[in-house]
């Protein structure tokens, strides 16, 4: 096995508290070769966090002491693992200039990341996190007049974030691209959307990205479904587009979690963002 791509830490705050060191033990002991942390960049300033727990990134004031230890544990384990250092960054419509800015500010550190779409705003301008829980899922619902809207809401800022510069270290793999479907066996998807992921996919392809292919729906009750489903990669892969394999760990013995179902498909390792 390759290696696992998309990785938390004990940076973010609605994970567990296994440190950064315990992921890489756990990489090496299940015989990965590489390893990207990819913790939940901090926020923009400006933008308050809509979780009901307001956890869904890391403390500004952390980033430093992060991006560090991931420096150290680099050093300190290069000769067992390819370490990487990134961040999973927010793609939030009208806070693109504050996400640039981190990026900017952050991205001669990074060596690789992932960009999704989390947070979703509501016709009546209220943001929601759309992957917090079953309760909040149903609340956007509501709030954006059915689910057929909501998934539009997501399908057109997932394009957006494909389509928007963020500058020279915009991350160049997509997160999770069906994210929105975490509790379809709760609510069942209106439509199938498929115009609207194809679309997506030529995006990525055109633009020369990666896609995240996140394990971590097959765990979860109401999902059970790799993020983007089965059809959806293959269409991907008939494409060119490179898969690269996460689990979204936010526990250490998540490290490469579900990964036998990705047997079948030809798995890559992401382009370094600071090659
Ligand atoms: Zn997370
Ligand atoms: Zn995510």
Not at 62 to 80: I, R, S
Not at 122 to 135: H, L, V, Y
């Amino acid at each position: 096995m390759l290696g696992d791509f998309h990785v938390h830490t004990q940076y973010c705050q609605h994970g567990t508290d296994d440190k950064m060191e315990a992921y890489v033990l756990q990489a090496i002991e299940k015989g990965l070769t590489h390893l990207s942390f990819t913790e939940h960049a901090p926020l923009p300033e400006s933008f308050t966090d809509p979780a009901p727990n307001r956890d869904s990134a890391m403390d500004r004031n952390k980033v430093e002491a992060y991006v560090l230890e991931g420096k150290a544990l680099q050093k300190q384990y290069k000769n067992d693992l390819q370490i990487n250092i990134g961040f999973e960054v927010d793609y939030i419509k009208g806070y693109e200039q504050e996400t640039q800015t981190f990026l900017d500010t952050y991205g001669p550190e990074m060596d690789d990341g992932i960009l999704s779409v989390h947070m979703l705003q509501a016709p009546d301008k209220s943001f929601f996190c759309i992957d917090f829980s079953e309760e909040e899922f149903g609340r956007a619902a509501d709030r954006f007049g059915g689910l057929t809207p909501l998934y539009k809401a997501y399908y057109d800022n997932l394009q957006a974030s494909v389509e928007t510069d963020l500058g020279h270290f915009k991350p160049r793999r997509i997160g999770h691209i069906t994210l929105i479907q975490k509790f379809h066996l709760a609510y069942p998807k209106p439509a199938a959307f498929l115009e609207e992921q194809q679309h997506i996919l030529e995006l990525i392809k055109r633009k020369g990205y990666e896609l995240d292919i996140n394990t971590a729906g097959l765990f979860k009750p109401l999902c059970k479904e790799i993020y983007p489903p089965a059809e959806l990669i293959e269409h991907a892969a008939q494409l060119g587009i490179p898969l690269i394999p996460g689990s979204d760990s936010h526990a250490a013995v998540g490290i490469g979690k579900g990964f036998e179902e990705l047997a079948n498909y030809s798995l890559q390792l992401p382009q370094r963002i600071n090659a």
